[in-house]
């Protein structure tokens, strides 16, 4: 069965503490791997896509990189405004385009 | 350009109403999402469109849930005799065809009492 683990659930940093979080998969056959960051009250905003090991993405702040299995975005010198749930998930191949998305980390950056 | 919007933001009801949710997809998007998300966890997918015809229902929990997309754009998530555990957010996501990322509209809080 497709599965997406995510770790640590919770992650308090300090400003400027750099950091990374986990997401941990199974899967038939990885068709794409997908970041999502989520603000209280708000849907998903995408961030990433990868789609092969060893494939890295950066914006800003944030660089997302991918093994055969596993996924870890890595957070530097985070900002308050930084702070959010991250979604990892999974698009499998030969399957629909559904994602398996995992249960987050609620990160807080405290100033 | 706009994004995908969904409407109502908030829906309250009864046990054993029923209720429509709308998502209202990104111009040009022609695969259309439905997604749920219960409180602490990731979206559940539900059921995913390509052009009016639903390509994957097998996340619908059961035949009291139903989605439909006559002109291939604007979808309707319907949902029978509502139950408390239906509770939930209800989202909706949109992309092109050739484009595996998808968008997420803000989603309608459904509350069941």
């Known amino acids: 069965e497709d599965q997406v683990t995510q770790s640590p659930e919770a992650l308090r940093l300090q400003e400027g503490e750099s950091s990374s979080l986990n997401c941990s998969y199974t899967?038939?056959?990885?068709?794409?791997l997908f970041w999502y960051r989520q603000d209280p009250g708000k849907g998903p905003e995408f961030l990433f896509t990868?789609?092969?090991a060893g494939e890295e993405k950066e914006k800003e702040r944030l660089k997302a990189t991918l093994t055969k299995k596993e996924s870890f975005l890595h957070i530097t010198a985070p900002k308050p405004e930084d702070s959010a749930t991250y979604l990892c998930?999974?698009?499998?191949?030969?399957?629909?385009?559904?994602?398996?998305f995992g249960t987050g980390t609620l990160l807080a950056v405290q100033p | 350009g706009a994004g995908v919007s969904q409407t109502p933001s908030n829906k309250v009801t009864e046990k054993g109403k029923y209720v429509e949710l709308r998502c209202d997809p990104i111009?040009?998007?022609?695969?259309l999402y439905w997604y749920r998300q219960s409180l602490g966890q990731g979206p559940e997918f539900l059921i995913y469109?390509?052009?009016?015809?639903?390509?994957?229902d097998s996340g619908l929990p059961n035949d009291r849930f139903f989605a439909v997309r006559p002109e291939g754009s604007v979808s309707t998530l319907k949902i029978q005799r509502t139950e408390r555990g239906d509770s939930a957010v209800y989202l909706c996501?949109?992309?092109?065809?050739?484009?595996?990322?998808?968008?997420f509209g803000p989603g309608t809080r459904l509350t069941v009492l």
């Open positions: 469109f390509q052009g009016t015809g639903a390509a994957d």
């Open positions: 990868l789609y092969s």
């Open positions: 899967v038939s056959g990885l068709r794409g």
């Open positions: 998930a999974v698009q499998a191949s030969g399957a629909t385009n559904k994602l398996i």
């Open positions: 996501a949109s992309s092109l065809a050739v484009n595996n990322e998808q968008f």
């Open positions: 111009s040009g998007h022609t695969a």
